[in-house]
């Protein structure tokens, strides 16, 4: 370990809240890998902590953020190396050790979990002439998550094409593909995507002896291409598109090795041409790997060594020799290579270098196993410039039989004839033959039986429970018995409203029916004179309402207890029809009756301010029994009360201060059992009458008034 370098983890809730910091307790360094076109990979933290108690859904919870931070003499202040969530923990007890290990992922993780979608939930989006930086960016703004763009370089191209149902990460990896060769993007440890050019000179140079004691170089043609066959999507109105590349220099230096490229979202040539040059570009000559081990330069030794922190996935390097001249170098150590990956242990790290940056979403094949059988069935057999056009096959006389039948069903058209091994006529100028049907049939277990296949209409039957397949002004399946129509689903759609929906209709009409665009729609259940319906527009919920003019048959019950409300402060009901009413427990079957009457069992408990608030026009407030109830309790008080009498039992009556009795009156005196305290005061006050007494502060005496004027009582020394 590198004595003059230090590290340690700080942790957040998954909201940016700060929990703690992990560093004395932590038993391992920090170990991850970090890939071009991707980001940051698992990093394992162990933690020096008993099973029984250590920090689960505290620090140790899931999502929790995870910032890890190295100190050593290149970052005196610190710097952030690694960012991102637990994912995995595991309690271990085993060999007098007891430990838990924390799995920590990087947050491009989230780019491949989540579906790319727009601002509308929908998953398809259009991009016609766009930038490949603007359609990042715009993917990013999309995103909405713990990934933001950073610094998105301007490619200088346009490229249309339509995403639907991919992921985040995929969509990005598109854009990359509609690049020349050497473009990549990285997510660091500042959860910033960056795209960039490899650049043409070193980034970063390494030196046999100084940075590094090994190196493992490998020059190979194994992956090389160098002609794309490329299978697109169809234009409206036109043909498939269908084209063909190839690097004739490379073609005579190495052989003919072909790429079959498909993508039928792709329907315009250029963005085909993009796709297709870039990928040749990118593996049409050997390709050079190297592995090597680069040394940190907080060792004992601080003038060997690199700072490691400093290399990241995209950078480029040149090796170097110190005892060979530039003009000796080999191929591998001459060339300025792409870092493809960085394996980071702390005192050192581990990279993988290229001469050119793979084409890993192309190279992935299994992307594209589920998609290939179907966007190929139809493509032309040679390529004619562009595209080829593919007539279609006419459905009034095609059904399918044994799914393992032998003969393959190929595009054939114009006037080509096609025969089965067993010569059954199968096409006859591109449409499929009546024969064919029938040969199907006799095969037995067909997927389609009966032979009653004839205009527009399929059928699983000709007599009995079967479903036809129909269309006469909609599309349509109808369930029949025999000759009866049981019930059809048939679907619409409106060319002028840009509305599409479905209905399923019985033998008493339609019962449930749906239609929508967008974030616009509704959904009926029911007959026309009783429904019960959903209706939505714009996510507004000022709009989005259930109608119903349906009764209900049951109980109705709120999801939690005092939880839920019948109308608001803004919407109201018109009438409540009810037999009976329930207020906090207390039922209510009857409205009092105007005039005196008695609420037993009422309360008021309400949360607002009453200082602003009234009850008025009660007139008087009769306690129910003689001396049996009180206003306020011992431990909620009135604050104010304002009265012009108060007034007390004939025979009794006291006043409390708190528990104390302060003022005890009968019916001949007043018991007063605290001291009285005068009014202190150098000017007798006005208005008096007889009686009145006050304590005069320049004479120290009592004074008390009568008979019109104030005289001394006693003196106070």
């Given amino acids: 370990m590198a004595g003059n370098k230090k590290f340690y983890h700080k942790i957040y809730t998954s909201a940016g809240v700060y929990i703690t910091t992990w560093s004395t ?33 505290l620090d140790v919870k899931f999502n929790n953020k995870i910032e890890t931070y190295i100190w050593d003499k290149d970052a005196p202040n610190g710097v952030l190396i690694y960012s991102g969530y637990i994912s995995d923990y595991e309690p271990v007890v085993g060999n007098n050790d007891e430990y838990i290990e924390v799995v920590v992922l990087g947050y491009v993780a989230d780019l491949e979990n989540k579906t790319f979608v727009d601002s509308n939930g929908n998953t398809a989006k259009v991009y016609a002439s766009y930038d490949p930086a603007n359609i990042i960016t715009s993917i990013l703004s999309l995103f909405g998550g713990s990934v933001s763009a950073g610094t998105i370089d301007t490619v200088g191209v346009s490229r249309d ?117 870039s990928y040749l570009d990118a593996n049409k000559y050997p390709f050079v790997r190297a592995t090597v081990t680069i040394l940190d330069n907080n060792g004992d030794d601080q003038s060997e060594g690199y700072n490691i922190e400093s290399i990241k996935p995209g950078d480029t390097c040149k090796i170097l020799d110190p005892t060979i001249s530039a003009g000796a170098q080999s191929y591998a150590l001459n060339q300025v290579m792409i870092i493809q990956s960085v394996q ?33 069935s139809n493509a032309p057999t040679s390529p004619a410039g562009v595209g080829v056009a593919i007539p279609g096959i006419n459905l009034g006389n095609l059904t399918f039989g044994d799914p393992k039948q032998p003969t393959t069903l190929t595009a054939l058209w114009g006037a080509v004839s096609a025969y089965t091994a067993t010569g059954v006529q199968t096409i006859n100028a591109g449409v499929v033959t009546a024969d064919y049907v029938v040969a199907n049939i006799a095969m037995g277990s067909p997927i389609i039986t009966g032979g009653t296949i004839t205009g527009a209409i399929v059928q699983t039957a000709a007599t009995g429970r079967r479903i036809v397949m129909r269309s006469p002004s909609q599309y349509e399946l109808g369930f029949y018995y025999d000759a009866d129509l049981l019930g059809s689903l048939s679907a619409d759609y409106d060319i002028g409203t840009d509305m599409f929906g479905c209905t399923l209709s019985g033998g008493g009409g339609t019962y449930v029916s749906l239609a929508g665009k967008n974030n616009l729609g509704n959904v009926e259940i029911g007959l026309t004179n009783t429904y019960f319906g959903l209706n939505w527009y714009g996510g507004d919920a000022t709009t989005e309402r259930i109608l119903t003019n349906a009764r209900i048959d049951g109980d109705w019950s709120p999801f939690s207890n005092g939880g839920s409300n019948l109308g608001s402060s803004s919407y109201f009901w018109n009438y409540v029809y009810a037999n009976n009413i329930n207020l906090g427990g207390v039922a ?23 200082g602003s608030y009234g009850i008025t026009g009660l007139g008087t407030i009769v306690s129910y029994s003689d001396g049996g109830w009180n206003i306020g309790s011992s431990t909620n008080f009135w604050n104010n009360i304002y009265a012009r009498y108060l007034r007390f039992d004939i025979g009794y009556g006291m006043i409390y201060y708190d528990s104390s009795i302060y003022l005890d009156f009968y019916s001949n005196r007043i018991e007063i059992n605290k001291a009285i305290k005068l009014l202190v005061t150098t000017t007798p006050p006005a208005s008096a009458i007889d009686g009145m007494m006050f304590f005069h502060d320049t004479y120290n005496e009592v004074w008390v008034y009568k008979g019109g004027a104030w005289k001394a009582l006693a003196y106070v020394p």
């Fill in 161 to 277: 094409y339509t995403f639907n149902n991919i992921t985040f990460q995929q969509a990005i990896d598109k854009c990359r593909e509609f690049c020349a060769s050497g473009w990549y993007w990285f997510v660091g440890a500042d959860n910033l995507l960056n795209f960039h050019l490899k650049s043409a000179t070193a980034t970063h140079t390494f030196v046999i002896g100084k940075h590094f004691t090994k190196l493992n170089a490998t020059k190979t043609t194994r992956d090389l291409k160098n002609a794309v066959r490329f299978i697109g999507g169809t234009p409206a109105g036109g043909v498939q598109l269908y084209k063909v590349y190839e690097d004739a220099t490379s073609i005579a230096a190495y052989g003919r090795r072909e790429y079959v490229m498909i993508d039928q979202r792709v329907a315009v040539t250029a963005t085909a041409d993009a796709m297709a040059q």
């Fill in 344 to 376: 980071y242990d702390f005192d050192s790290v581990t990279l993988e270098l290229s001469i050119r940056p793979p084409w890993v979403a192309l190279r992935i094949q299994d992307l594209y196993n589920d998609i290939n059988a179907v966007n190929a």
């Fill in 588 to 610: 209510r079957s009857t409205w009092p009756s105007a005039g005196a009457t008695t609420l037993s069992g009422l309360t008021i408990d309400t949360a607002k301010d009453w």
């Fill in 25 to 57: 307790e932590v038993t391992n360094e920090p170990s991850f890998r970090m890939i071009i076109n991707s980001g940051l990979g698992e990093m394992k933290i162990r933690l020096a902590r008993p099973i029984n108690n250590y920090g689960e859904d």
